[in-house]
């Protein structure tokens, strides 16, 4: 079994920065790819951005520039460092990841960790 914990939410005033962390435990060697997405109330969840295990990353338009995804392959840790926050960055902030055993894909998910941003 993995469990995937997040970390790193809470609430910024607009220009802000956070740091979003997800490690993962259990029966684990390393994840492949990895993708943060989001969910606000009353909107389908979106893909924030994704980072392959060669360390690839790609964003949504709406936070290139802004957001950066990273990870530590020594902690199983993935991070979303998150820059110039806005209102409409609001919404709950989950983790994915996916992990290869032989032939087939196995996928994971957090808890997910609210960020606010509001003055």
Not at 38 to 46: D, L, M, N, S, T
Not at 50 to 65: E, P
Request: glycine fraction near 10%; aromatic fraction near 10%.
């Amino acid at each position: 079994q993995v469990r995937l914990v997040e970390s790193g939410g809470g609430l910024v005033q607009p220009g802000g920065s956070l740091r979003l962390s997800c490690a993962a435990s259990g029966s684990i060697f390393r994840f492949d790819t990895a993708h943060w997405y989001r969910q606000a109330p009353g909107k389908e969840r979106e893909l924030v951005a994704a980072i392959t295990s060669g360390g690839r990353s790609d964003y949504a338009d709406s936070v290139k520039g802004r957001f950066t995804i990273s990870r530590d392959n020594t902690k199983n840790t993935v991070y979303l460092q998150m820059n110039s926050l806005k209102p409409e960055d609001t919404a709950v902030y989950l983790c994915h990841v996916e992990i290869k055993r032989g032939q087939l894909l196995y996928h994971y998910w957090g808890q997910g960790t609210q960020v606010t941003v509001s003055s």
